[in-house]
Structures are given as structure tokens and as C-alpha cells.
């Protein structure tokens, strides 16, 4: 290598004395010379990879027949260990590593160089969590069917500013493919058990992490505290009380592991409470209604996945009415009179009323001859309504009574008739809602002999003025 010797020189001006620079050239003594080519310095490699190394050294000056000699040192390992191109093994640990080169020439002269560069590992992986950010993953997780999730695979060494990865790492696997830092991943298939694992894996040379998880597929489910036979699956009555609750499968995936669950009404009436841990109890709006249901997951990869439950809240949409059997036509001897016992139903059939009331309103009266003052019908107390029944409907407990009076004289004959309202009842606000009406009518003929029907001639009763005494 070259060399300068620089020579100071005093000379007197005058009063004044002038240094004078005098720099000589000279020829340095004979040396050797060595820097490392590649990699550069700060280079990231993958632990456990081999690369080349490569240095470059010279003879100063260039003297033929004066060879140079590289020697390679440092962790890791060198294949061949001289030479001034080498395959170098990394550690398989992560950290940094310096590399140096001696370079010798046959006059036993030597120079030295070195370079450190960071050998990286994955030592570690997160997920993305929902509103949260990047969660460190230490155990199994479990992913709801059909969620997107992405990972992120983090640089050795631990405790230091993470590294660059190197080119083409991590190598991602399993249900991810790809190279670089994250990797996103919809998991579509559903796991079989809960040992059948779905696996991510993230790569960096010989370092590899491995996380397992669980895919389960959910399901709200609901359940009416009148769960009759027969009756709908996705149609309720008005106030009736349902439970709800899910499904999942694996079927022993647990709700802490799923990351919580609670229900929420997205849309509709109605009262919800009881919602978290998967449990809820819903109670349907006053009126007819369509209302969803949202079961929510609160933590973890699937955060805010759901799934959702509608439901059709429907009023009584009609009444029907038959006689009470082995009940007797009313009538009292001597009069003009006939009274009939009968049963209300509520439809629809595949739905309960049970949790209102039913009331016949209040009407006037439509009525001649021996009727034509006779007062309207009045609205009666409202009666409990029986359970569900697909046969029949809901059946009001309490029995209704159409009586046509009685009169004497009846000579002048005459018809009643009542276009009577039906009502079901809701305590929790005190209003009554209209179903429908039935027509409550009574004929008496010049004869005496009466005839009463409600809801058609199908629920009838008939009495002659000297037929005898009888009760329903």
C-alpha cells in the first residue's frame, strides 16, 4: 500500500517567519491489503442458511510471485475455511455474527476484516386482532368457520429491535403460502374434532414456528318455552318467551375458547335479557313483528363474527268456535229462550298465545221485533289462554256462553244480531288488539221457539217454548 512522508520547513521573511509544507512522496514498505466484498455489513441472513462469502486482497506493492492466503473465523461454520470465495453456514441461534478474513502473502505479511451481520429467526407469531391489533399467539386458537385472519411472523433476536428479514423470508405454510412478513388466511374448512388441527407455519432458514387452530362452525339457535309439537320453528306468538343458545362443531369447543359470545337484537321489537355466555331469553314484541337476533363473539381471532337468528312475530290472525260437547241447549220453560256453551280457539295453529289474554268487545245491537231496544253487547273481563296446539290452535280456558234472553210474550218474534269484536289483551301495557269478529244472533219465532248461532249455523242450539228446563 502507498505511503507519504510530509517534510516541515521554517523559513525567515523578514521579520516574519513562513512554514513551508513540503510534502514527499515515498514508497511504503511492502504489505497486504484485504476487505470482505460480500456480504455488506448489517447484511440479514436466515439462521442455519449458507451463503457466499467473498474477499478481495492485494500486494502493495504488486510483487509476482507473492500469493495471498484467506483464512476465514467467526460462529457458524466455513466450507473450505480458505480461500477468497466461501460457503458460510450460519448459526443456528439468532443474534449477530462477525465474520473475519485474514489475508497472508508469502513474505508472512497479513491483514485483517471483518463484518457483522445479523443472523435471523422467527421466534414468534401474532394474529391480528379485531380492534385490538397484533396478539401474540401462545396457545391453540379457534377460528370461526369461514373467518379471514392475518399473521404476522416476528424477527429474532428476542428482546432487540426486530431485524429486516431476509430476501424471500418468512416462507409461510400450512393453510398460508407466500413469503414476507404476514400472510392473510380465510379459513373455510371446518376442523372434524378438536384435535383435528389446522396449522400456520412461518419459516426463516432452520427457525420455524408452528400455531394450531381449531375451526368451529356456529349456529344461534332459539327454543319456545311453549315448545308444543308440531309448531313453527321460525314463527312465534305475540309475547311469547323464547330461549335461545347455539350450536357449534366440534360440538366440545367451549364458549371461554370461542372468545365469549353474547346476543344482541339487530333489528325488531321486543325484550332481550340473560344474553351473555350464549344464553338469552327473548321475549316477542305486543305486536307482529320480524326481528333478528345477533350471537356475537366478543374476543379472540373471530371477534365480532356472528351469527344471526330472524324470527316472524305474529298476532292472532283469526277465531274459531265450536259447541262444547255433551253440553245442553239452555232453556227455560215457559219462556222464549235457547243458550248454547262454547270454546274459542286463536289461530294461527303453530304458535302459542299463551302469554296474553282474549276478550270479546263491546258492539250494538242490530235488532227487531221483540229485540228492537235491546242493549249492545259489552266488552267482558279477559281470560287466560291455553298452550300451544298444532290440531287446534290456542284454546281460551275460559268458556263462552251466547244466550238469547228469555221473553214473554213472544208473539212479536224478532232477531238479534251482534257483530261481536274479538281481542286478545297484553298486561304488560293494558291495551287490547283486534283479532276478528264473530256474529252472535238469536231469532224468536211468533211461536216462542228460539233459535241462537254464534260464528255460524255450525255452533247452534234450539229450544221450544214448552221444551223443559235445562242448564248448558
Avoid at 90 to 119: C, F, H, L, R, Y
Wanted: aromatic share 8%.
Amino acid at each position: 500500500m502507498a505511503g507519504k512522508r510530509i517534510l516541515a520547513v521554517f523559513v525567515p521573511v523578514g521579520l516574519c517567519t513562513v512554514l513551508l509544507w513540503n510534502i514527499v512522496y515515498a514508497q511504503a514498505a511492502t504489505g497486504v491489503t484485504v476487505s470482505i466484498t460480500s456480504p455488506d455489513n448489517g447484511t440479514s441472513v436466515a439462521a442455519g442458511v449458507s451463503i457466499t462469502v467473498t474477499a478481495s486482497a492485494e500486494n502493495c506493492p504488486d510483487e509476482t510471485g507473492s500469493n495471498i492466503t484467506y483464512t476465514w473465523s467467526g460462529p457458524g461454520s466455513f466450507s473450505p475455511t480458505t480461500g477468497a470465495s466461501v460457503q458460510w453456514t450460519a448459526p443456528t441461534s439468532p443474534g449477530d455474527a462477525t465474520i473475519t478474513v485474514t489475508a497472508s502473502n508469502e513474505e508472512g505479511q497479513s491483514d485483517t476484516d471483518s463484518i457483522t451481520v445479523k443472523v435471523v429467526a422467527v421466534y414468534r407469531m401474532q394474529y391480528d386482532q379485531p380492534e385490538v391489533g397484533y396478539t401474540t399467539i401462545t396457545d391453540t386458537l379457534y377460528v370461526k368457520q369461514g373467518t379471514a385472519i392475518t399473521f404476522k411472523a416476528l424477527a429474532g433476536p428476542v428482546g432487540t429491535v426486530s431485524p429486516a428479514w431476509p430476501a424471500g423470508t418468512p416462507v409461510w405454510g400450512g393453510e398460508a403460502t407466500g413469503t414476507g412478513e404476514t400472510a392473510t388466511v380465510i379459513f373455510n374448512t371446518r376442523s372434524s374434532s378438536t384435535t383435528d388441527f389446522k396449522t400456520i407455519t412461518a419459516e426463516c432458514g432452520s427457525s420455524k414456528v408452528t400455531v394450531n387452530m381449531i375451526v368451529y362452525s356456529l349456529a344461534g339457535t332459539h327454543v319456545a318455552d311453549d315448545n308444543f309439537q308440531g309448531r313453527s320453528e321460525i314463527m312465534y306468538g305475540v309475547c311469547e318467551l323464547v330461549d335461545l343458545a347455539f350450536s357449534v362443531m366440534p360440538a366440545d369447543v367451549t364458549v371461554d375458547q370461542m372468545g365469549g359470545l353474547k346476543w344482541t337484537k339487530v333489528t325488531g321489537k321486543g325484550g332481550l335479557r340473560d344474553r351473555d355466555g350464549g344464553a338469552g331469553r327473548y321475549t316477542c314484541h305486543i305486536e307482529a313483528d320480524k326481528v333478528t337476533l345477533r350471537l356475537t363473539i366478543q374476543s379472540g381471532p373471530s371477534k365480532n363474527q356472528h351469527a344471526d337468528v330472524t324470527l316472524d312475530v305474529v298476532a292472532p290472525s283469526g277465531t274459531r268456535m265450536e259447541r262444547v260437547p255433551g253440553t245442553n241447549v239452555k232453556h227455560v220453560q215457559g219462556w222464549a229462550s235457547a243458550g248454547i256453551a262454547l270454546n274459542y280457539w286463536l289461530e294461527p295453529k303453530t304458535v302459542s298465545f299463551k302469554y296474553v289474554k282474549f276478550g270479546e268487545g263491546a258492539c250494538e245491537t242490530n235488532g227487531n221485533g221483540i229485540y228492537t231496544n235491546h242493549l249492545g253487547h259489552s266488552a267482558n273481563a279477559f281470560g287466560e289462554i291455553g298452550g300451544g296446539n298444532s290440531k287446534d290452535g290456542c284454546q281460551v280456558k275460559a268458556r263462552d256462553y251466547a244466550w238469547s234472553g228469555k221473553f214473554r210474550p213472544w208473539k212479536q218474534g224478532g232477531t238479534l244480531t251482534w257483530n261481536i269484536p274479538t281481542q286478545y289483551y297484553v298486561e304488560e301495557n293494558g291495551r287490547r288488539y283486534p283479532i276478528d269478529r264473530q256474529t252472535h244472533q238469536a231469532t224468536v219465532q211468533p211461536n216462542g221457539k228460539t233459535k241462537i248461532t254464534k260464528s255460524g249455523d255450525h255452533c247452534k242450539g234450539e229450544a221450544a217454548v214448552g221444551s223443559p228446563t235445562k242448564e248448558y
